[in-house]
Protein backbone atom coordinates (compact mmCIF):
# COMPACT_ATOMS: atom_id res chain seq x y z
CA UNK A 1 0.00 0.00 0.00
CA UNK A 2 1.02 2.98 -0.74
CA UNK A 3 1.50 5.58 2.34
CA UNK A 4 1.67 8.73 0.80
CA UNK A 5 1.54 9.77 -2.98
CA UNK A 6 3.04 12.93 -3.46
CA UNK A 7 2.64 14.55 -6.47
CA UNK A 8 3.21 18.09 -6.66
CA UNK A 9 1.33 19.25 -9.38
CA UNK A 10 0.18 16.67 -11.18
CA UNK A 11 -3.88 17.28 -10.62
CA UNK A 12 -3.03 21.13 -11.70
CA UNK A 13 -0.99 19.79 -14.68
CA UNK A 14 -3.37 17.40 -16.09
CA UNK A 15 -5.31 20.08 -15.57
CA UNK A 16 -7.81 18.37 -13.44
CA UNK A 17 -9.72 20.85 -10.62
CA UNK A 18 -10.13 20.14 -6.99
CA UNK A 19 -13.40 17.81 -6.34
CA UNK A 20 -14.90 21.09 -4.91
CA UNK A 21 -14.69 24.24 -3.72
CA UNK A 22 -13.81 24.73 -0.04
CA UNK A 23 -14.52 28.44 0.87
CA UNK A 24 -12.51 29.85 3.11
CA UNK A 25 -9.92 26.84 2.70
CA UNK A 26 -6.47 26.51 0.62
CA UNK A 27 -6.70 22.50 1.05
CA UNK A 28 -8.77 20.93 -1.26
CA UNK A 29 -10.16 17.39 -0.55
CA UNK A 30 -11.33 14.79 -2.44
CA UNK A 31 -12.34 11.16 -1.17
CA UNK A 32 -12.23 7.77 -3.26
CA UNK A 33 -12.75 4.13 -3.91
CA UNK A 34 -10.78 2.15 -5.82
CA UNK A 35 -12.12 -1.52 -6.36
CA UNK A 36 -9.30 -4.28 -7.16
CA UNK A 37 -9.87 -6.01 -10.29
CA UNK A 38 -7.36 -8.76 -11.27
CA UNK A 39 -6.12 -9.21 -15.20
CA UNK A 40 -4.27 -11.77 -16.65
CA UNK A 41 -2.14 -9.88 -18.96
CA UNK A 42 -1.48 -11.67 -22.35
CA UNK A 43 1.73 -13.07 -21.04
CA UNK A 44 0.08 -15.24 -18.41
CA UNK A 45 0.74 -12.86 -15.34
CA UNK A 46 -1.70 -11.72 -13.19
CA UNK A 47 -1.65 -7.95 -12.06
CA UNK A 48 -4.01 -5.99 -10.17
CA UNK A 49 -5.55 -2.66 -11.31
CA UNK A 50 -7.72 -0.06 -9.66
CA UNK A 51 -10.88 0.50 -11.27
CA UNK A 52 -13.74 2.78 -10.38
CA UNK A 53 -16.32 -0.29 -8.84
CA UNK A 54 -19.10 -1.02 -10.65
CA UNK A 55 -20.14 -3.31 -8.24
CA UNK A 56 -19.12 -3.52 -4.62
CA UNK A 57 -19.19 -7.18 -2.76
CA UNK A 58 -18.57 -8.72 0.61
CA UNK A 59 -15.02 -9.99 -0.42
CA UNK A 60 -13.70 -7.36 -2.56
CA UNK A 61 -10.72 -5.33 -1.76
CA UNK A 62 -10.74 -1.70 -1.88
CA UNK A 63 -8.72 1.15 -1.85
CA UNK A 64 -9.74 3.82 0.49
CA UNK A 65 -8.12 7.49 -0.12
CA UNK A 66 -7.91 10.94 0.10
CA UNK A 67 -6.41 13.28 -2.24
CA UNK A 68 -5.22 16.44 -0.81
CA UNK A 69 -4.33 19.48 -2.83
CA UNK A 70 -3.21 22.75 -1.53
CA UNK A 71 -4.49 25.44 -3.81
CA UNK A 72 -4.27 28.31 -1.60
CA UNK A 73 -1.24 30.90 -1.95
CA UNK A 74 0.82 29.90 1.06
CA UNK A 75 2.53 26.77 2.72
CA UNK A 76 0.37 24.32 4.08
CA UNK A 77 2.03 23.26 7.18
CA UNK A 78 1.69 20.09 9.34
CA UNK A 79 -0.98 18.36 7.68
CA UNK A 80 -2.47 15.53 9.59
CA UNK A 81 -5.37 13.77 8.21
CA UNK A 82 -7.31 11.04 10.21
CA UNK A 83 -9.01 8.33 9.25
CA UNK A 84 -11.66 5.78 11.03
CA UNK A 85 -11.57 2.88 9.07
CA UNK A 86 -15.32 2.03 8.10
CA UNK A 87 -17.16 -1.21 10.11
CA UNK A 88 -18.36 -2.85 7.04
CA UNK A 89 -14.74 -2.96 5.84
CA UNK A 90 -11.34 -4.34 7.62
CA UNK A 91 -7.76 -3.43 6.60
CA UNK A 92 -6.22 -5.57 4.04
CA UNK A 93 -2.64 -5.21 4.64
CA UNK A 94 0.01 -2.57 5.65
CA UNK A 95 3.09 -2.17 3.92
CA UNK A 96 4.76 0.51 6.04
CA UNK A 97 5.29 -1.09 9.92
CA UNK A 98 5.75 2.35 10.63
CA UNK A 99 2.38 3.47 9.89
CA UNK A 100 0.54 5.47 12.39
CA UNK A 101 -2.66 3.58 13.38
CA UNK A 102 -4.60 3.34 16.07
CA UNK A 103 -6.14 -0.49 17.47
CA UNK A 104 -8.62 1.11 20.08
CA UNK A 105 -10.68 2.85 18.57
CA UNK A 106 -8.91 6.24 18.34
CA UNK A 107 -8.04 6.05 22.06
CA UNK A 108 -4.27 6.36 20.91
CA UNK A 109 -1.89 6.30 18.26
CA UNK A 110 1.31 4.93 17.38
CA UNK A 111 3.54 3.07 14.64
CA UNK A 112 1.55 -0.74 13.18
CA UNK A 113 4.34 -2.66 14.00
CA UNK A 114 4.27 -1.51 17.91
CA UNK A 115 0.29 -2.03 18.47
CA UNK A 116 -0.29 -5.24 20.31
CA UNK A 117 -3.86 -6.29 20.92
CA UNK A 118 -4.51 -8.47 24.15
CA UNK A 119 -6.65 -11.57 23.89
CA UNK A 120 -9.70 -13.36 25.93
CA UNK A 121 -7.50 -15.03 27.68
CA UNK A 122 -5.64 -11.78 28.70
CA UNK A 123 -2.28 -13.13 26.57
CA UNK A 124 -1.33 -10.17 24.30
CA UNK A 125 -0.31 -10.67 20.41
CA UNK A 126 1.15 -8.34 18.34
CA UNK A 127 -2.00 -6.00 16.24
CA UNK A 128 -3.23 -7.99 12.65
CA UNK A 129 -3.98 -5.57 10.07
CA UNK A 130 -7.93 -6.14 10.74
CA UNK A 131 -7.45 -4.88 14.13
CA UNK A 132 -7.10 -1.62 13.05
CA UNK A 133 -9.84 0.99 13.61
CA UNK A 134 -7.91 4.53 12.46
CA UNK A 135 -5.41 5.63 10.09
CA UNK A 136 -3.35 8.93 10.46
CA UNK A 137 -1.11 10.33 8.47
CA UNK A 138 1.07 13.47 8.83
CA UNK A 139 2.33 15.71 5.64
CA UNK A 140 5.42 18.33 6.92
CA UNK A 141 4.34 20.26 4.63
CA UNK A 142 2.74 20.92 1.26
CA UNK A 143 3.50 23.63 -1.57
CA UNK A 144 1.23 26.25 -3.15
CA UNK A 145 -0.37 23.90 -6.24
CA UNK A 146 1.46 20.59 -4.44
CA UNK A 147 -0.73 17.81 -3.85
CA UNK A 148 -0.71 14.32 -2.73
CA UNK A 149 -2.77 11.42 -1.74
CA UNK A 150 -3.20 8.77 1.42
CA UNK A 151 -4.75 5.53 1.01
CA UNK A 152 -5.50 2.20 2.52
CA UNK A 153 -6.53 -1.28 1.72
CA UNK A 154 -9.43 -2.51 2.71
CA UNK A 155 -11.55 -5.76 2.09
CA UNK A 156 -15.37 -5.97 2.56
CA UNK A 157 -16.98 -7.52 5.26
CA UNK B 1 -23.66 0.58 -6.58
CA UNK B 2 -24.50 4.09 -6.20
CA UNK B 3 -21.46 6.24 -5.18
CA UNK B 4 -21.41 9.50 -4.03
CA UNK B 5 -18.33 11.90 -2.88
CA UNK B 6 -18.89 14.49 -0.53
CA UNK B 7 -16.59 17.67 0.45
CA UNK B 8 -17.65 19.38 3.39
CA UNK B 9 -16.16 21.61 5.87
CA UNK B 10 -16.87 20.60 9.33
CA UNK B 11 -16.58 22.83 12.82
CA UNK B 12 -13.87 20.48 14.62
CA UNK B 13 -15.57 17.91 16.90
CA UNK B 14 -18.40 17.53 14.99
CA UNK B 15 -19.30 13.59 15.26
CA UNK B 16 -18.21 11.62 12.13
CA UNK B 17 -19.04 8.89 13.79
CA UNK B 18 -22.58 9.32 12.67
CA UNK B 19 -21.63 8.79 9.02
CA UNK B 20 -20.75 5.66 9.57
CA UNK B 21 -22.67 2.52 9.25
CA UNK B 22 -23.10 -0.54 11.70
CA UNK B 23 -21.77 -3.47 9.96
CA UNK B 24 -23.86 -6.38 9.53
CA UNK B 25 -22.88 -9.73 11.03
CA UNK B 26 -24.22 -11.89 8.04
CA UNK B 27 -22.04 -13.89 5.68
CA UNK B 28 -20.97 -10.58 4.27
CA UNK B 29 -21.87 -7.29 4.91
CA UNK B 30 -25.55 -6.62 3.65
CA UNK B 31 -27.08 -5.48 0.34
CA UNK B 32 -27.50 -1.87 0.61
CA UNK B 33 -25.14 -0.76 3.43
CA UNK B 34 -23.64 2.47 2.80
CA UNK B 35 -19.76 2.39 3.66
CA UNK B 36 -18.58 6.05 4.08
CA UNK B 37 -15.20 6.49 4.22
CA UNK B 38 -14.34 9.98 6.14
CA UNK B 39 -10.79 11.44 6.58
CA UNK B 40 -10.65 14.60 8.72
CA UNK B 41 -7.56 16.80 7.59
CA UNK B 42 -6.01 19.36 10.34
CA UNK B 43 -3.34 21.64 9.41
CA UNK B 44 -1.25 25.01 9.77
CA UNK B 45 -0.97 27.97 7.57
CA UNK B 46 1.67 30.29 8.70
CA UNK B 47 1.99 28.69 12.03
CA UNK B 48 -1.80 29.02 13.04
CA UNK B 49 -4.04 26.42 13.32
CA UNK B 50 -6.44 26.25 10.43
CA UNK B 51 -10.48 25.30 10.39
CA UNK B 52 -10.76 21.06 9.88
CA UNK B 53 -11.95 20.21 6.95
CA UNK B 54 -13.29 16.61 6.09
CA UNK B 55 -13.81 14.45 2.82
CA UNK B 56 -15.66 11.71 2.57
CA UNK B 57 -17.10 8.93 -0.13
CA UNK B 58 -19.89 6.57 0.15
CA UNK B 59 -21.03 3.96 -1.62
CA UNK B 60 -23.75 1.09 -1.71
CA UNK B 61 -22.35 -2.22 -0.65
CA UNK B 62 -24.17 -4.49 -3.97
CA UNK B 63 -25.73 -7.84 -3.73
CA UNK B 64 -23.53 -11.01 -3.89
CA UNK B 65 -25.49 -14.01 -4.69
CA UNK B 66 -24.30 -17.12 -3.14
CA UNK B 67 -25.64 -20.28 -2.18
CA UNK B 68 -24.95 -24.30 -1.49
CA UNK B 69 -26.52 -27.54 -1.52
CA UNK B 70 -25.06 -30.06 0.36
CA UNK B 71 -25.57 -34.00 0.73
CA UNK B 72 -26.41 -34.68 4.70
CA UNK B 73 -27.55 -38.34 4.22
CA UNK B 74 -24.36 -40.72 2.98
CA UNK B 75 -23.00 -40.56 -0.10
CA UNK B 76 -25.54 -43.38 -1.39
CA UNK B 77 -28.84 -44.12 0.23
CA UNK B 78 -29.31 -48.13 0.44
CA UNK B 79 -32.87 -49.21 -0.53
CA UNK B 80 -34.66 -52.39 -1.13
CA UNK B 81 -36.86 -53.37 -4.43
CA UNK B 82 -40.06 -52.11 -3.93
CA UNK B 83 -39.18 -49.58 -0.80
CA UNK B 84 -41.33 -46.33 -0.48
CA UNK B 85 -40.37 -42.71 0.55
CA UNK B 86 -36.55 -43.60 0.65
CA UNK B 87 -35.05 -40.12 1.51
CA UNK B 88 -31.78 -38.11 0.70
CA UNK B 89 -31.22 -35.15 2.85
CA UNK B 90 -29.66 -32.17 1.40
CA UNK B 91 -28.82 -28.53 3.18
CA UNK B 92 -29.63 -25.75 1.39
CA UNK B 93 -27.73 -22.72 2.75
CA UNK B 94 -27.77 -18.76 1.61
CA UNK B 95 -24.48 -17.56 2.33
CA UNK B 96 -25.59 -14.25 -0.17
CA UNK B 97 -25.41 -10.94 1.90
CA UNK B 98 -29.51 -10.55 1.52
CA UNK B 99 -32.07 -12.74 1.67
CA UNK B 100 -33.55 -14.78 -1.59
CA UNK B 101 -35.57 -17.43 -2.75
CA UNK B 102 -34.28 -21.05 -4.06
CA UNK B 103 -36.30 -22.70 -6.55
CA UNK B 104 -35.48 -26.57 -6.14
CA UNK B 105 -35.47 -29.39 -8.66
CA UNK B 106 -34.80 -32.93 -8.34
CA UNK B 107 -33.20 -34.29 -11.95
CA UNK B 108 -32.50 -37.70 -12.28
CA UNK B 109 -29.41 -38.38 -13.95
CA UNK B 110 -29.36 -40.18 -17.86
CA UNK B 111 -26.61 -43.06 -18.00
CA UNK B 112 -27.27 -44.66 -14.41
CA UNK B 113 -28.70 -48.34 -13.56
CA UNK B 114 -32.37 -47.18 -13.25
CA UNK B 115 -34.87 -44.44 -12.62
CA UNK B 116 -36.61 -44.02 -8.99
CA UNK B 117 -40.48 -43.17 -9.04
CA UNK B 118 -42.57 -40.18 -7.53
CA UNK B 119 -39.59 -38.41 -6.77
CA UNK B 120 -40.83 -35.49 -4.21
CA UNK B 121 -38.88 -32.60 -2.40
CA UNK B 122 -40.06 -31.86 1.20
CA UNK B 123 -39.37 -29.40 3.59
CA UNK B 124 -37.59 -31.03 6.98
CA UNK B 125 -39.61 -30.69 10.24
CA UNK B 126 -36.67 -30.84 12.08
CA UNK B 127 -35.92 -34.70 12.98
CA UNK B 128 -34.00 -35.29 9.34
CA UNK B 129 -36.17 -38.20 8.52
CA UNK B 130 -39.52 -38.50 6.59
CA UNK B 131 -43.08 -39.09 8.77
CA UNK B 132 -45.26 -38.53 5.56
CA UNK B 133 -46.10 -35.15 7.67
CA UNK B 134 -43.82 -32.71 6.10
CA UNK B 135 -44.57 -30.41 3.59
CA UNK B 136 -44.19 -30.84 0.03
CA UNK B 137 -42.07 -28.03 -1.97
CA UNK B 138 -41.02 -26.39 -4.91
CA UNK B 139 -38.48 -23.74 -3.79
CA UNK B 140 -37.19 -22.30 -0.53
CA UNK B 141 -39.13 -19.19 0.79
CA UNK B 142 -37.34 -15.90 2.13
CA UNK B 143 -34.26 -17.52 3.23
CA UNK B 144 -32.50 -15.27 4.96
CA UNK B 145 -28.52 -14.70 5.19
CA UNK B 146 -26.80 -17.40 6.01
CA UNK B 147 -29.37 -19.60 7.17
CA UNK B 148 -29.38 -23.14 6.18
CA UNK B 149 -32.81 -25.38 5.74
CA UNK B 150 -33.04 -28.97 5.49
CA UNK B 151 -35.04 -30.47 2.95
CA UNK B 152 -36.05 -34.10 1.81
CA UNK B 153 -35.42 -35.83 -1.20
CA UNK B 154 -38.45 -38.60 -1.11
CA UNK B 155 -38.70 -41.39 -4.15
CA UNK B 156 -40.17 -45.06 -4.41
CA UNK B 157 -38.28 -47.40 -6.03
CA UNK B 158 -40.02 -49.84 -8.25
CA UNK B 159 -39.67 -54.20 -7.21
CA UNK B 160 -38.01 -55.26 -10.14
CA UNK B 161 -34.34 -54.03 -9.11
CA UNK B 162 -31.66 -56.12 -8.68
CA UNK B 163 -28.94 -56.01 -6.16
CA UNK B 164 -26.43 -52.74 -6.72
CA UNK B 165 -28.29 -51.23 -8.99
CA UNK B 166 -27.83 -47.57 -8.47
CA UNK B 167 -29.88 -44.47 -9.40
CA UNK B 168 -28.44 -41.07 -9.50
CA UNK B 169 -30.06 -37.72 -9.06
CA UNK B 170 -29.13 -34.31 -8.62
CA UNK B 171 -31.08 -31.18 -6.20
CA UNK B 172 -30.51 -27.79 -7.60
CA UNK B 173 -30.83 -24.37 -6.26
CA UNK B 174 -32.00 -21.85 -8.63
CA UNK B 175 -31.68 -17.96 -7.38
CA UNK B 176 -34.98 -16.24 -7.09
CA UNK B 177 -35.84 -12.68 -5.88
CA UNK B 178 -37.31 -13.17 -2.59
CA UNK B 179 -39.12 -9.55 -2.94
CA UNK B 180 -42.80 -11.47 -2.13
CA UNK B 181 -43.56 -13.64 0.63
CA UNK B 182 -45.21 -16.55 -0.59
CA UNK B 183 -44.00 -16.81 -4.01
CA UNK B 184 -41.12 -17.79 -5.89
CA UNK B 185 -39.77 -14.48 -7.46
CA UNK B 186 -38.24 -13.97 -10.89
CA UNK B 187 -34.79 -15.55 -11.43
CA UNK B 188 -31.98 -13.78 -10.29
CA UNK B 189 -29.74 -12.59 -13.05
CA UNK B 190 -25.82 -10.63 -12.54
CA UNK B 191 -26.49 -7.13 -13.37
CA UNK B 192 -24.95 -6.17 -16.63
CA UNK B 193 -23.68 -3.16 -18.45
CA UNK B 194 -22.89 0.05 -16.16
CA UNK B 195 -22.84 1.00 -13.09
CA UNK B 196 -26.32 2.51 -11.84
CA UNK B 197 -27.82 3.88 -8.31
CA UNK B 198 -29.62 0.87 -7.09
CA UNK B 199 -27.97 -2.12 -5.56
CA UNK B 200 -26.91 -4.38 -8.33
CA UNK B 201 -26.05 -8.05 -8.45
CA UNK B 202 -23.37 -10.05 -8.56
CA UNK B 203 -23.84 -13.96 -8.97
CA UNK B 204 -21.04 -15.93 -7.39
CA UNK B 205 -22.20 -19.37 -6.56
CA UNK B 206 -20.21 -21.68 -7.42
CA UNK B 207 -19.82 -24.81 -9.67
CA UNK B 208 -21.94 -27.71 -8.56
CA UNK B 209 -22.45 -31.80 -9.31
CA UNK B 210 -23.95 -30.49 -13.13
CA UNK B 211 -23.81 -26.91 -13.31
CA UNK B 212 -21.28 -23.83 -13.66
CA UNK B 213 -19.89 -21.25 -11.27
CA UNK B 214 -21.33 -18.25 -11.18
CA UNK B 215 -24.71 -19.00 -13.26
CA UNK B 216 -27.34 -18.77 -10.55
CA UNK B 217 -27.46 -22.81 -9.81
CA UNK B 218 -26.29 -24.95 -7.74
CA UNK B 219 -26.88 -28.54 -7.42
CA UNK B 220 -25.29 -31.33 -5.28
CA UNK B 221 -25.81 -35.17 -6.00
CA UNK B 222 -27.07 -37.90 -4.25
CA UNK B 223 -27.94 -41.92 -4.79
CA UNK B 224 -30.12 -44.78 -4.53
CA UNK B 225 -28.15 -48.07 -4.40
CA UNK B 226 -30.53 -51.35 -4.33
CA UNK B 227 -29.49 -53.88 -2.06
CA UNK B 228 -31.52 -57.13 -2.44
CA UNK B 229 -31.23 -60.59 -1.70
CA UNK B 230 -30.20 -62.26 -4.90
CA UNK B 231 -31.70 -66.26 -4.05
CA UNK B 232 -31.37 -68.93 -6.30
CA UNK B 233 -33.36 -72.45 -5.38
CA UNK B 234 -31.98 -75.74 -6.33
CA UNK B 235 -34.15 -78.74 -5.42
CA UNK B 236 -32.67 -82.24 -6.18
CA UNK B 237 -33.74 -85.83 -5.41
CA UNK B 238 -32.07 -89.11 -4.78
CA UNK B 239 -33.40 -92.33 -3.51
CA UNK B 240 -32.63 -93.45 0.03
CA UNK B 241 -33.35 -97.57 -0.29
CA UNK B 242 -35.59 -99.49 -1.72
CA UNK B 243 -37.15 -102.66 -0.74
CA UNK B 244 -35.19 -105.11 -2.59
CA UNK B 245 -31.35 -103.40 -2.57
CA UNK B 246 -31.99 -101.62 1.15
CA UNK B 247 -29.52 -98.88 1.15
CA UNK B 248 -27.31 -100.41 -1.37
CA UNK B 249 -27.56 -98.80 -4.59
CA UNK B 250 -31.19 -98.80 -3.86
CA UNK B 251 -33.31 -98.20 -7.21
CA UNK B 252 -36.26 -95.70 -7.48
CA UNK B 253 -38.78 -98.91 -7.30
CA UNK B 254 -42.40 -98.65 -5.54
CA UNK B 255 -41.97 -99.06 -2.04
CA UNK B 256 -38.60 -97.10 -2.14
CA UNK B 257 -37.76 -93.83 -0.12
CA UNK B 258 -36.79 -91.01 -1.67
CA UNK B 259 -35.28 -87.52 -0.16
CA UNK B 260 -35.96 -84.08 -1.62
CA UNK B 261 -33.26 -81.57 -0.95
CA UNK B 262 -34.39 -77.88 -1.36
CA UNK B 263 -31.53 -75.43 -1.34
CA UNK B 264 -31.65 -71.74 -1.09
CA UNK B 265 -28.73 -70.00 -1.97
CA UNK B 266 -27.81 -65.99 -1.18
CA UNK B 267 -25.04 -64.90 -3.38
CA UNK B 268 -22.17 -63.13 -2.01
CA UNK B 269 -22.69 -59.13 -2.07
CA UNK B 270 -26.47 -59.39 -1.54
CA UNK B 271 -28.95 -57.98 1.18
CA UNK B 272 -29.77 -60.68 3.43
CA UNK B 273 -32.94 -62.31 3.31
CA UNK B 274 -34.96 -62.69 5.37
CA UNK B 275 -38.52 -64.63 5.75
CA UNK B 276 -37.82 -67.23 3.26
CA UNK B 277 -40.79 -69.63 2.68
CA UNK B 278 -40.53 -72.59 0.89
CA UNK B 279 -43.76 -74.79 -0.29
CA UNK B 280 -43.70 -78.32 -1.86
CA UNK B 281 -46.79 -79.89 -3.17
CA UNK B 282 -45.59 -83.21 -3.11
CA UNK B 283 -47.39 -85.35 -5.97
CA UNK B 284 -49.32 -87.76 -5.50
CA UNK B 285 -47.24 -91.15 -6.32
CA UNK B 286 -45.56 -90.16 -3.19
CA UNK B 287 -46.53 -90.76 0.30
CA UNK B 288 -44.71 -88.09 3.02
CA UNK B 289 -42.21 -89.95 5.14
CA UNK B 290 -43.70 -88.82 8.61
CA UNK B 291 -41.19 -90.62 10.82
CA UNK B 292 -38.22 -88.74 8.88
CA UNK B 293 -40.60 -85.51 8.93
CA UNK B 294 -38.80 -82.13 7.47
CA UNK B 295 -35.25 -81.15 8.71
CA UNK B 296 -34.25 -77.22 7.73
CA UNK B 297 -31.78 -74.69 7.98
CA UNK B 298 -29.01 -77.32 6.87
CA UNK B 299 -26.26 -77.04 4.59
CA UNK B 300 -25.87 -77.99 1.15
CA UNK B 301 -23.04 -80.46 -0.34
CA UNK B 302 -21.88 -78.36 -2.87
CA UNK B 303 -22.96 -80.60 -5.16
CA UNK B 304 -26.64 -79.74 -5.38
CA UNK B 305 -27.42 -82.12 -1.81
CA UNK B 306 -28.18 -81.77 1.19
CA UNK B 307 -25.95 -82.51 4.57
CA UNK B 308 -27.40 -84.55 7.17
CA UNK B 309 -27.08 -81.14 9.52
CA UNK B 310 -30.66 -79.66 9.35
CA UNK B 311 -33.12 -79.54 12.54
CA UNK B 312 -36.62 -80.46 12.69
CA UNK B 313 -39.31 -77.92 11.70
CA UNK B 314 -41.51 -76.82 8.97
CA UNK B 315 -45.22 -78.43 8.63
CA UNK B 316 -46.82 -81.14 6.40
CA UNK B 317 -50.29 -80.24 5.15
CA UNK B 318 -52.92 -81.49 2.64
CA UNK B 319 -50.08 -82.74 0.57
CA UNK B 320 -47.62 -79.83 0.49
CA UNK B 321 -44.42 -79.65 2.53
CA UNK B 322 -43.89 -76.15 4.02
CA UNK B 323 -41.09 -74.51 6.16
CA UNK B 324 -39.58 -71.36 6.84
CA UNK B 325 -36.15 -70.59 7.02
CA UNK B 326 -33.95 -68.87 9.35
CA UNK B 327 -32.48 -65.43 7.70
CA UNK B 328 -30.30 -65.78 4.82
CA UNK B 329 -26.85 -64.02 4.55
CA UNK B 330 -25.01 -63.09 1.16
CA UNK B 331 -22.97 -66.12 0.89
CA UNK B 332 -24.31 -68.49 3.01
CA UNK B 333 -26.92 -70.76 1.81
CA UNK B 334 -29.79 -72.79 3.67
CA UNK B 335 -31.63 -76.24 3.14
CA UNK B 336 -35.16 -77.98 3.34
CA UNK B 337 -35.46 -81.51 3.18
CA UNK B 338 -37.86 -84.30 3.90
CA UNK B 339 -38.10 -87.83 2.49
CA UNK B 340 -41.42 -89.91 1.02
CA UNK B 341 -42.02 -93.28 -0.39
CA UNK B 342 -42.94 -94.30 -3.67
CA UNK B 343 -46.24 -95.63 -3.68
Known amino acids: MRKVLFSVGLYLSLGLAPAAAQPGSPVQLEGYV ?42 IENLVVSNPVPPPVRVAEVAD ?25 GTARPASPADITHFRWTIPAVAPGGSGAVEFLVIVR | MNRRSTLAALAAGTAMVALQTAPAVAEGTTAGTTITNTATVDYRVGGVDQTEIVASDSFDVDRKVNFLVTRVSAPTTTVVP ?28 SGDDFNVNNVAIYLDDGNGTFEGTETAITYLDEIAEDATVRVLVVADVALTHNNGEIADLVLSATAREGATPGAAGSVIASSSGANSAAVETVLADGAGADDGASDGVFGASGSYTVSAATLEVTKTSRVISDTVNAATNPKAIPGATIEYCVLVDNAPGSATATNVTITDPLPGDLTFDSTFGIRINGTGDGAGNCNQDGTAGGSFSAGTVSGTLSDIAAGEARTLYFRATIN
Open chain 1, 97 to 121: PAQIVSVDGGRSFGAFADQTMRGAD
Open chain 1, 34 to 75: KREQVVIDPSGERRSEWVDPATVVPGDRLVMGTRYINDGTGV
Open chain 2, 82 to 109: GQTNAVIAFDVTNLSNAAIDLALAAAQV
